[in-house]
DNA sequence: AATAATAAACCGTCTGGTTGGTACAGTAAA
DNA sequence: TTTACTGTACCAACCAGACGGTTTATTATT
């Protein structure tokens, strides 16, 4: 693949995540997803083949940065949990949003095409039980952090900013407590 | 509104929610639906005037019937947090995933028709807010209880079963020694 | 008889996907 | 250097089917 296809192929997706963010994820079409990007429909279904084939690179590519966000922390010296937490907390709310309707998006397409997403936090999961000693706070703290995302993915966060906030921060300093 | 009228709209919401739980939250369509209740399309359009209706009928039917559900617990004398967890626990796999699938498919039609849950969160957040004195424990046990559910929604869990067993009952344990 | 409930056929729009084709860069033969 | 050829990138037009919703007609219930 040479660089204008992967150029290409990087703003579909960019058109794609905008789609889902602005209008919503039951409004990611084929249509308008070549209109924003500029691109023709069968531009779109050169580059990828289906409806699916799109989503499943636009989810994957989430998935990648967050993964490179965290273990950018992690080679910083934070502990597994914490890099979670704090990747939470400096996310701006446009990624978040994009996150959120992009994976809207993949499970209301088809549920399958979030296994990539599942496998990711298998992998944390993992590591935060290593380095916690499987201590089930841990996990806890883990499972909060994943809900205030998934809550805000459905706007149905009881939550405002400032307390969000204050229970990110309480969540870090029981992190930094439990791993040591 | 009829006795039968009651009986058939009850039927048309089944429906839906088995055609969400079975197909999917994308496939939740009229005439899906319709064949599925065993109703004309005019029927459920009698009933329902728009699908959007519809949806949000179905959602507000889970609401209701959780809110009966943890209510129910917490006359037996458990305090909210714990009332939540238990229910947790005890809902059977079919109606988590109804419950799931059925908000996945509202969130995908149309951000917004998730308000009744959002609405529905906040409550129960002030209720476990004010009987734990706004202890940050408690509302982490809080946020993982529904990270538990909303990672199921989407099949992205990292737990299995035995796992997410041992998690709970930690849970209960620490939610029964936070709120006295 | 009056009204509530259901069915069936239909409509315009949008859907994911296919088609045949164009523009163009590279390249190998003349 | 011209010519012929090839593969990549893209597009406009089109298609069959599904979509939400309407209309009209028919049947139950009261």
Redesign the interface.
Known sequence: MNKRAKVTKAQIIEAALAVASEK???KVTLDEVAKVSGFSKGGLLYHYPSKEALITAMVQQLVDDNAASRQQLMAQGDDALSAMIKSHVHLSEQVQCNTAMA???A??????L?NP??QA??H??CDINAESGDN?EA???M??C???W??D???????DAEQKD??LQ??LR?AKELMP
């Open positions: 919503g994820a039951g994976i809207l998006a499970a209301a397409e088809q549920p399958g979030l997403v599942q936090c298998r944390l999961l089930p996990m806890v703290l499972l909060a994943d809900a205030l998934l809550q993915m459905l706007s149905i966060s009881p939550l204050q229970l309480y969540m029981r």
